[in-house]
């Protein structure tokens, strides 16, 4: 009897914990769509905790600033897009890792960066996903290409997160 009600009492505890995660994170362990939306929302919230003039901040000479770390996703967001067919903003410009660097400007193309991708995938089919395509000159499918982009994304939150830990930015979601 005592067993059991150690079990019983274990497996609540577990359920319990596992819901409040869950309530935490809502969109983790739900596909790439939750993922995406997981990582989407912490480089935003990061961006918009992030003072204006920390945007200019670099760890190192010859290191990209916090600004040129977003436009970086971004425009590596759109070229990756581009490359399983999805046509690049006209607005997007070469230079802009370097030329945009207000608060503002970087968070609205960041928001539309991953927008775009959101939006992308949301219209594959199951059969579009598995298309054959070239990127970087290595054969693969659309559904890579995808998974390449929330794995650019997520490597680059992480930088952003130290970024913002060095110059004193708590990162909202573990205040």
């Known amino acids: 009897m005592k067993t059991k009600l150690v079990g019983t009492a274990l497996l609540w505890l577990l359920i319990n914990a596992a819901m ?5 994170a809502p969109d983790l362990f739900q596909g ?3 993922e995406w939306n997981h990582v989407s929302e912490q480089l935003i919230s990061l961006a918009e905790a992030t003072p204006p003039e920390k945007f200019a901040w670099r760890p190192a000479s010859g290191v990209r600033s ?15 897009l581009n490359s399983i067919g999805v046509k690049m903003p006209n607005d997007l410009k070469d230079d802009m890792g370097t030329a945009v660097t207000s608060k503002a400007e970087v968070i ?3 928001k539309r960066s991953l927008e775009a991708v959101k939006e992308a995938r949301a ?8 298309r054959k395509t070239k990127f970087f000159d ?15 994304n997520n490597e680059h939150m ?9 110059t004193g930015v708590v990162p909202p979601w573990s205040k």
């Open 158 to 166: 992480g930088q952003l997160v130290a970024y913002a830990r060095m």
């Open 32 to 34: 790439y769509e939750g």
């Open 66 to 80: 916090t600004s040129e770390v977003y436009m970086h996703i971004v425009r590596a967001n759109f070229l990756m």
């Open 138 to 152: 290595t054969d693969t499918t659309v559904d890579n290409v995808y998974l390449r982009i929330i794995v650019h």
């Open 108 to 110: 609205r193309w960041l």
């Open 20 to 24: 409040s995660f869950a309530h935490e």
């Open 123 to 130: 219209a594959e089919t199951p059969a579009d996903l598995q």
